[in-house]
């Protein structure tokens, strides 16, 4: 026993009883155990040491081919009642989802070591923080605990001073997708997660913790737990307005939260505070404020170079996990836009061949302590965190929706928030690039009865008159040849001075059936090549298209029947009759 909290110690060695692990090893979150870590997957094979000149204390890490993404089909939230899972979710009763894992575990981790993970999500001692315990057979989980999370003796410290935390149990099994399944109890703060070593389906902090147990904690406590990245935007006046924004996965976060400002702007500063999950409180002033429950980064690495994202670009020159990349004669890691070098060794260890399709996984990731990134703002450890003048949703989609547009007032906010659509990514397994539903970027993500949740989104507005206004934004237009109309990336910082301008009243906007849209000429393009056709189609409403958008969101309001709020449905119809 190396707990004095009762519930813990009986907890643990119940599962350790039932898993038959041979060993127990309670992680401490010392820098010397994530070596210990380290040598031990080195030594098994699980890790591959990169080139330690050109990338020091990085390694290497490859899945099982058929373990390299979330698996949604295979996720549940099991509510005592189907109904508060929502048609949002998949659904299991609780006694039969127990069962069925309490089978799957059962001598799952004969011959192996069963480590004990206490962690914290948001900063030590910080009021809004949360903690959790992750039992997990698999030391690179361990490892990337360490990475992502406050973890160790200070966390559990904590946790035997309150009692509080959720229970996560995780096995990565045999990796059989047959036999995989990711389980949530959010009426008994439980987690169990089998089959899987990959990141969302295996890192119980991330998603399984932090969204969706967090989320319908949330709901009951009044606070939101969002999909969000938190950025700090500083003039040249050195103002600094931070904003919130919510992306569907691989759709932009991770770049956005680390944008460096492009040459034209200089003086223009812009602090990273988180790249994936924001946790917001109302505070005493009614504003809302922001904390970023992780501590570490687990990013998308195709895409990554020195001009798209030099920061973490950057950040994953040390001190950094990658998975499942490809490698260079020099044996350095390589993915797809890396810009320098190329691969000779694939994602899967075969010589690379292009008719194998990409030379690293288009899922393929960096685990980094988010103090690598030379943009980490020192407000990211803040116990309040930091208060958020805009929230942005935000989505892929080649057609129909603008660079960016602005709701008329929170309800209809939440509306924009609720209706946005997105093309479907790698993240998750399945076909890529299919336009999907995807409301505040959680479809994923909530643990529980979406139109519960849009109802609790709207009860914001009853309880603050200092809300953040509501923007939206797609960097991800298109031409009929499939190129970008818009240059994304540091570029993206011309919009975010526009939703900044706007939240201080400093700039006019153009009513539009869907919302506020910038005048021409407000989004600054100087120094852009970019042609003033492009922006006025970047920034025009189909008022046919729109329509047909708006029924199909009716359509889909329908699926959740009459727990739909009905100020959701009336904002709905608002847009609708302004369309006809
Ligand atoms: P998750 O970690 O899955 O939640 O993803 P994310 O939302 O953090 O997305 P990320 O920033 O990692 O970007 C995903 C992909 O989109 C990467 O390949 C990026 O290079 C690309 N991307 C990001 N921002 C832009 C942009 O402004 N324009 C374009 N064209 N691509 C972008
Ligand atoms: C996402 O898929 O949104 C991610 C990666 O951020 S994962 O940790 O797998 O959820
Ligand atoms: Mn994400």
Redesign the pocket.
């Known amino acids: 026993m190396t707990t004095r909290l009762e519930s813990l110690s009986e907890w643990v060695a119940g599962i350790a009883r039932l898993t038959q692990a041979e060993r127990v090893h309670w992680c401490t979150g010392t820098r010397d155990e994530y070596d210990e870590f380290v040598r031990e997957m080195l030594a098994r094979g699980d890790l591959l040491e990169l080139n330690q000149d050109s990338y020091p204390d990085c390694y290497l890490h490859r899945s099982d081919p058929r373990d390299v993404a979330?698996v949604e089909h295979l996720t549940y939230v099991c509510s005592d009642r189907k109904e508060d899972a929502g048609p949002n979710n998949n659904w299991m009763l609780p006694a039969e989802a127990r069962e069925k894992m309490n089978g799957l575990f059962d001598g799952c981790m004969k011959g192996r070591t069963l480590y004990v993970i206490p962690y914290c999500m948001g900063p030590l001692g910080s009021p809004y923080s949360r903690y959790g315990v992750e039992i997990t057979d698999s030391t690179y989980v361990a490892a990337n605990m360490y990475l992502m999370t406050r973890m160790g003796d200070a966390a559990l410290a904590e946790i035997e001073r309150t009692g509080r935390f959720i229970r996560g149990l995780h096995s990565v099994g045999e990796l059989d997708p047959e036999r995989r399944f990711i389980m949530h109890f959010p009426e008994d703060l439980t987690i169990m997660s089998y089959g899987s070593g990959?990141?969302?389906n295996a890192?119980l902090g991330?998603?399984c913790h932090a969204l969706r147990i967090a989320s319908y904690q949330a709901r009951t406590e009044g606070w939101l737990a969002e999909?969000m990245l938190i950025v700090g935007v500083e003039n040249p006046a050195g103002e600094t307005h931070y904003l919130a924004c919510a992306f569907p996965?691989?759709c932009g976060k991770t770049n956005l939260a680390m944008l460096i400002p492009p040459k034209s702007h200089r003086g223009w500063k812009v602090w990273t505070l988180g790249d994936?999950i924001a946790w917001m409180h109302l505070d005493d002033e009614g504003r809302l404020r922001a904390i970023n429950p992780e501590a570490g980064l687990?990013g998308v690495v195709p895409g990554t170079n020195r001009h798209t994202n030099p920061n973490a670009y950057e950040s994953i020159r040390r001190d950094a996990i990658f998975t499942n990349v490809a490698l260079t004669a020099e044996n350095d890691p390589w993915w797809e836009d890396k810009d320098t070098g190329e691969p000779v060794m694939d994602w899967q260890g075969r010589p690379y061949d292009p008719a194998n399709g990409p030379a690293a996984h288009p899922n393929s990731r960096f685990t980094v302590s988010a103090k690598n990134n030379p943009s980490y703002s020192e407000l990211a450890e803040a116990p309040r965190g930091v208060p958020i003048s805009a929230l942005v949703f935000g989505g892929r989609r080649r057609e129909l929706t603008p660079l960016v547009y602005e709701a008329r007032d929170w309800a209809h906010g939440v509306l924009v928030g609720a209706t946005a659509a997105s093309e479907t990514t790698a993240?998750?397994t399945g076909k890529v690039g299919v336009v999907r539903r995807d409301p505040m970027a959680m479809k994923p993500f909530c643990g529980y009865n979406f139109a519960d949740y849009w109802s609790h989104w709207l009860s914001f507005e009853n309880r603050s008159d200092a809300l953040p206004r509501i923007f939206h934004v797609n960097w991800f237009r298109r031409d009929p040849d499939g190129s970008f109309l818009w240059p994304g990336f540091g570029e993206n910082l011309r919009v975010l001075r526009w939703i900044i301008d706007r939240c201080r009243d400093r700039v006019d906007a153009v009513e539009s059936p869907i919302g506020y849209l910038p005048e021409p000429g407000a989004i600054d393009t100087s120094g852009l090549d970019i042609e003033l056709e492009t922006m006025q189609e970047l920034l025009s409403v189909d008022p046919e298209a729109w329509k047909q958008e708006m029924q199909s969101i009716g359509e889909y309001f329908q699926t959740y029947g009459d727990r739909v709020p009905q100020r959701l449905r009336a904002e709905h119809g608002k847009v609708l009759s302004a369309l006809s």
Request: hydrophobic fraction near 30%; avoid cysteine; aromatic fraction near 14%.
């Open positions: 979330r990959y990141g969302g890192l991330k998603k999909h996965s691989q994936d687990f993240a998750a």
